[in-house]
Each structure stands twice: as structure tokens, then as C-alpha cells.
T-cell receptor, first 115, second 113 residues
Framework: GAGVSQTPSNKVTEKGKYVELRCDPI?????LYWYRQSLGQGPEFLIY????????DSGLPNDRFFAVRPEGSVSTLKIQRTERGDSAVYLC?????????????FGPGTRLTVT | GENVEQHPSTLSVQEGDSAVIKCTYS??????FPWYKQELGKRPQLIID?????GEKKDQRIAVTLNKTAKHFSLHITETQPEDSAVYFC????????????FGKGTTLSVSS
């Protein structure tokens, strides 16, 4: 079946602008995660959704970052007043919740560049 | 919170040799330990994982070992091939109802033919 997809694949924006990044999880996966990966680093957790609700948003760096998942499927990560330090690859992952529920499968990421 | 350390940061081996990557974690409550392979510009791909109720798991040329007492786990790749060249990440989580993965900083593996 189709894997996790993310759009856009690349986004260049000017400092101070607003951006939205989209994630389509694997069909039937109830858990959705956002991570951020800077060059030469491992993915860093941002937020986790179980269904429509944010079950853990402890990784969001500040209140400029916000994410939604209104229907329990597609999620959008929103960044306000972007800063150059926000430049990174934003990865989305999804998983089932159940007896074999641990595996997280990643999308290809959105490379965000803030100029 | 959890902290995952990964070593070495780079590893170069000849084709056919074995490669070992080691990780340590700090939170004794962690119970799930996946390994991801990431090729340049690509998504992280899950290659193997281990849960805290087993000490070793093997899948063809790849194996993972876990020592809960010492809080460390390792990835072993045997008979390495050039296509094994990539960045490998270990991760840990306390996986109750889908919690976050905490990643190491990665190991760049280069396999030369």
C-alpha cells in the first residue's frame, strides 16, 4: 500500500512568513508524529497525535509551531513568523496502535529553507 | 527525559567485513529500540527493532542485541555490501500508546568494494 506522503517536498520562504506542511499517513494508522531533522542530526520529536487530538506536544520548540489533525488522518504542521533557525527537514511518521503497534514509518520529509 | 548516545559517528569497512554500531540509553523505562537506515536525501527506513523482553533479534545479515542491565543495544551487520552505505540511527522509546522515539545522532557507514 501507499506509504506516508508529505507535501511540499521543498519549501523556501522568507524570514517572518507563515508556512504549512502537510502529512498524509498510511491508511488506517491512528498515530501520527512530527519530527524535525537538522543536518547531521537524528530526527527530533515535535508532536504526536492519537486520532484527532495531540497526545504529546512537548517537543514543539515554541508557540510559533502548531499542528492539527482535524479528521484523524491528514495533519498539517504550521509555523508562524519563520526564523532562519527553523530551516530543517520536517519528517512525518505514522503507526498503528495495538499489539504490534510500535513501528513508526516515515514520510520523505519537507525540506524547509528560511532565507 | 530519555537520552540516546550513539557510537561511532563514522565507520568505514571493506566489503564483506562486519560492522557494529553501539547505542546507550538513560531511561530504564524504555522498552522499544528500533534502528533506521537513511540514505542521502531519503526518508529513514526501519530495518530492525527489538523489544525489552528479548535479548537478541536477527534478520538475515542484520542483528540487534539488547542489554537492559547495562542500558545499551547494538546493531550488527555481517557480510557488508556497498549498498549498506548509509547513515544508521538508533532510537529508544517508552512505548505506551505510541510515544516519541528519541534518536541517537547517527553513524555514517561507508562500505568500500
Amino acid at each position: 500500500g501507499a506509504g506516508v506522503s508529505q507535501t511540499p517536498s521543498n519549501k523556501v520562504t522568507e524570514k517572518g512568513k507563515y508556512v504549512e506542511l502537510r502529512c498524509d499517513p498510511i491508511s488506517g494508522h491512528t498515530a501520527l508524529y512530527w519530527y524535525r531533522q537538522s543536518l547531521g542530526q537524528g530526527p527530533e520529536f515535535l508532536i504526536y497525535f492519537q486520532g484527532t487530538g495531540a497526545a504529546d506536544d512537548s517537543g514543539l520548540p515554541n508557540d510559533r509551531f502548531f499542528a492539527v489533525r482535524p479528521e484523524g488522518s491528514v495533519s498539517t504542521l504550521k509555523i508562524q513568523r519563520t526564523e532562519r533557525g527553523d530551516s530543517a527537514v520536517y519528517l512525518c511518521a505514522s503507526s498503528l496502535i495495538g499489539t504490534s503497534a510500535y513501528e513508526q514509518y516515515f514520510g520523505p520529509g519537507t525540506r524547509l529553507t528560511v532565507t | 527525559g530519555e537520552n540516546v548516545e550513539q557510537h561511532p559517528s563514522t565507520l568505514s569497512v571493506q566489503e564483506g567485513d562486519s560492522a557494529v554500531i553501539k547505542c546507550t540509553y538513560s531511561d530504564s523505562a524504555s522498552n522499544y529500540f528500533p534502528w533506521y537506515k537513511q540514505e542521502l536525501g531519503k526518508r529513514p527506513q526501519l530495518i530492525i527493532d527489538i523489544r525489552s523482553n528479548v535479548g537478541e533479534k536477527k534478520d538475515q545479515r542484520i542483528a540487534v542485541t539488547l542489554n537492559k542491565t547495562a542500558k545499551h543495544f547494538s546493531l550488527h551487520i555481517t557480510e557488508t555490501q556497498p549498498e549498506d552505505s548509509a547513515v544508521y540511527f538508533c532510537a529508544a522509546s517508552n512505548n505506551q500508546a505510541g510515544t516519541a522515539l528519541i534518536f541517537g545522532k547517527g553513524t555514517t557507514l561507508s562500505v568500500s568494494s
